[in-house]
Structure formats: structure tokens, C-alpha cells
């Protein structure tokens, strides 16, 4: 498809990282841009004004977008706002940030989406295709944007890209080669407009599939067969509790099962990361790689070599024989139920933040089965007491230095204190990562203080 911007007058919308690398792109590509952000001040200010960007900050001008030839959206923007629809009601043009870069790359695109598990998925499934040998790059959600990549794009490579729904709401001709479906259940509510709107972003991964390309889907979740069930892909199934062909664990190895034939391709021995959710993970990335080439050998090499991610199921420090793990990542509460579920009895969960959906009484029945406790959180803290108490005991704390110590002095040795918040981070820290890292500080802190005492 022949796509240009040279000589059209392009906004764009969201000066994050996202934003930047699409307005330096349209920038190189012969358009004239201009980034409007709500903030009245932000940190590529100077970079983008150097490359002939202009810049709306403090908020957005009507009349800058229906004079548009085309509007970009940074993912998170919210498609609704009054500029948006009076941009389309102009005849403008919106898409994200993600369609943009994909009308543009030259290699073969591989999308991961899904509730949970994307980034675990999309970095395993980058170093698996790495170790096979293929010439990958790996971002979209995580790392580096699509539009960063596109410059550097070639027909041999594999764009290997985590696609949240914010991004894939904003597509019209995204195309990927292999999509992936993890899972799915309820989150992001805060600012999809229902349920139905969150499901429907996430099927769009789909849309554009032709019987050339492949859908990978998790059998294991019936959310996800259904939204697939209509994809024009060829399908490949992976699932724990797998039946038929597909991707599953056999006879303590992933498997590739075809029929009678079974081909063992990864022990699971390799997989160095704990969590019943993170071996699905390591299945789902199986699965996808081998469909895209690579072979059981350099899989396995990848499989062995990966420790996890920051701030997923990462194991930060024993004390006094209580582990502590940072999975600030899992914001939903179907994330952090299964941040509990792979830690064992006596657990306690540091749970809150900002609300977004789901249901906080779906922890009680993990939490009882393990004789758990909670300190909450956040502005959820009340919500997080309400749904749980008094099945599970429930400790209020005000800071995360607070709730580092609540939970070691909760917790018996032998028993492991997760930050598994199922909340966003945005009431008390800039973002997730920043969260994890506040956890990992307070505990070390601890564990100093410990240290000092004997």
C-alpha cells in the first residue's frame, strides 16, 4: 500500500514516547506537524522544535484538527474527546500511533495482545526468534515504539510488537502476520467505555487477517476462543489444559501436538520464572516462534537464559526468611490472582491504587486457600477492605514504605510478602515501573535496617 504525508499538515496527539516517534517520523517523511498535548510544558519540547515541529501545549485547539489532512493518536488518548469528533466530522482522518508505523515498516509483523502476560510473551518470543536466528525487533506497548523501528525496517525482519487495546482501537489496515490472543478479562474500564468496547478493541488484532496469515489463540480461556472464533487466519491453538493439536505441556515438556504425533520443544525445566501464568506464557511464546521458524533447540536456549522481566513475578530480597516479589505489573485484578496463586501459604498481598474494574472479592478465595492477608493501598484501599473483610484480613497503609512493613510484619518465615496491586499506579506514582520501584527501595531499606540490628 503507497501511503505518504509529504506536504500534509499532520497533528498529532500525546507527547509521550509514542507520540514523539510518530511526530519525528511524519517529520522525516515530508509532513508538517504539530504535537498538542494537555500539559503545558513537556521533556522533548526543544528536540521536536530543532526538527520544525510546532507544538499546542496546555491543550488542544479545535480548529488545529479539522484543519488536518490527517490526525495520529498516541495510545491512551481517548478516541471520544470533542477535537477528535470534530475532526472526523471534518472528514480528518484518525488513526494511532501503531496503524501509522505499520503502513510503513517492511518486515513481517507478529502482534501480542491481551488482559495479561503481553510483555512477558512478546520479550520471550523476541529473544526465541533471536536465538533462531532471525533479525527481530521487538517494542509497540513495551520498549521501543513501532515508529522507531520503521526507519530500520526490512523486508527479512520480524517487527515482534505488544499491542495494548489502546493501540489496536486506533487501527483501520494493521496487518499483522502472526496475532497472538493471550487472554482476556475485564480491565482498562476507567476508560473503555464498557466491557464490550475493551473486547472489541482487542479483536481488532484480527481484523485484517487473511488465510495466509496465522491467529494464536489460548484454548485455556474461553474469552479469547470466542473473540477469535471469527478471525480469517489460520488458527494455531496453545493451552495448559490443551486436548486436541496445538501447543501444550507433555510428559514435563512443551510440546507441538499434531494428531498422534507429539514433538517435544522446550523442557520445562528451562523455564526459570515461577507462576502457573508465567508457564503459559513461555507455551504462548512456544507456540508463536515455532509457527514463525524457530526450532526446539534455540527456543530452549531462550527459555533458559530468560529470568523474567522488572517488575513481573520478580523476586526482590529474603528477610529474615519472608520473600518479597515486585509484580507491579499486574494491574487487573485477574493479574494479581494469579500473582497469589503462584506464591504459597501465608501469603500477603499488597493490593490498591487507582480502580479500573474487576472484582477484588475474585482474590478472597486464593488468599483463604493459602491462609493470606492484604494490606491495601491507594484510593481503592476502601473498595479493596470492603470486598475482602472479613474473610481476609485487611491492614490499611498510607505509603508503600508503610505497606512494605505491614506486610513483614504480617508474614511468618516461609511466607512471601507480592506487591500484586490489580490497580493502575497513577493515584500515588507516574506509572507501574515507577511503583515497582518504590517497592524494591522500601524493602532493601528494610532489609538494611534488619542488617543494622544484628
Known sequence: MSFSVAGQRVVVV?????????????ARRG?????TDRKAEIDAAGALANRGIALELGGHRAGTFTSADLVVVSPGVPLDQPVLRAARASGVPVIGELELASRWVKGRVIAITGTKGKSTTTTL????????????????NIGVPLSEQ?????????????????????????????????????????????????????ARIFRRQTPDDVAVVNEDDAAARAMAADAGAR???YGLELAGDGFTIANDAIVERRGREVTALVPVSAVKVPGRHILSDV??????????GASGEAMTRAVGAFSGLEHAMEVVAMIDGVRFVNDSKATNVASARRSIESVGRGVVAIVGGRYKGGEFVDLVAPLVERGGSVVAIGEAAERVERAMAPAVAVIRATSMADAVRAGFARASPGATVVLAPACSSFDMFRDYAERGQRFKEEVQQLAAERRART
Open 14 to 26: 500525546g507527547a509521550a514516547r509514542s507520540g514523539v516517534a510518530a511526530a519525528e517520523l511524519l
Open 125 to 140: 518470543t523476541g529473544r526465541m526468534l533471536e536465538a533462531a536466528g532471525f533479525k527481530v525487533a521487538v517494542g509497540g
Open 283 to 292: 507455551v504462548a511464546a512456544t507456540a508463536i516462534s515455532r509457527t514463525a
Open 31 to 35: 509532513a508538517r506537524v504539530t504535537v
Open 150 to 202: 520503521v526507519d530500520g525496517s526490512t523486508p527479512e525482519m520480524l517487527h515482534v510488537v505488544e499491542a495494548s487495546s489502546f493501540q489496536l482501537e486506533a487501527t483501520d489496515t494493521f496487518h499483522p502476520w502472526i496475532a497472538a490472543l493471550l487472554n482476556f478479562s475485564p480491565d482498562h474500564l476507567d476508560q473503555h467505555s464498557a466491557i464490550e468496547a475493551y473486547a472489541a478493541a482487542k
Open 235 to 237: 488458527h494455531v491453538a
